[in-house]
């Protein structure tokens, strides 16, 4: 299930967390406000990101599953700042020993939400369901210094050999 609990890529100033969590290493950033195309650029950045870090391509079938998991969620979660939020500002994939963790900023003041009333079969409103199914978790934060929000995913990497 989601949370709102603060974690943005990089900041390890954030309030303390009950639990140890990961470092991530490496964060990538792509500015994405007023530019067309985004959820392919978003895409492609990624796909970028995950042959720059040895995920692409892909040794084997788990492997490439686990990257086509990450662009997935990168697509879901850049659509949905579309739909919802007045369009992104900006995309950072960050990665660490265990994880991945993908952060979309937006100017939206909503939340991201399950959708209650989505329709089997139907178009629309499926997005954060596969969010859901995918990560390990997600969430989103507010800055309180900024406009907007931050909404983001981690992902399990997948073992190596």
């Known amino acids: 299930m989601g949370t709102t609990r603060p974690r943005p890529a990089g900041d390890h100033e954030a309030a303390p967390p009950?639990?140890?969590?990961?470092?991530?290493?490496?964060?990538?950033?792509?500015l994405?406000?007023?530019?067309?195309?985004?959820?392919?650029?978003?895409?492609?950045?990624t796909r970028q990101a995950l042959h720059d870090w040895g995920w692409l391509p892909a040794a084997d079938e788990e492997r490439y599953a686990a990257a086509e998991d990450v662009l997935l969620v990168v697509s879901e979660l850049v659509t949905n700042a579309c739909l919802h939020a007045g369009g992104p500002e900006e995309l950072?994939?960050?990665?660490?020993?265990?994880?991945?963790?993908?952060?979309?900023?937006?100017?939206?003041?909503?939340?991201?939400a399950l959708r209650s009333t989505r329709m089997p079969g139907r178009p629309g409103g499926h997005g954060m369901f596969i969010v859901q199914r995918l990560c390990l978790d997600w969430g989103m934060v507010r800055e309180p210094e900024a406009l907007g929000k931050t909404v983001w995913a981690e992902l399990a990497v997948p073992p190596l050999d």
């Open 18 to 30: 009950a639990v140890a969590e990961e470092p991530v290493r490496q964060v990538r950033r792509l």
């Open 92 to 112: 950072r994939v960050g990665r660490g020993d265990k994880l991945i963790r993908i952060e979309v900023l937006d100017r939206g003041g909503g939340v991201p």
């Open 32 to 45: 994405l406000l007023g530019t067309s195309g985004v959820v392919s650029k978003a895409r492609e950045f």
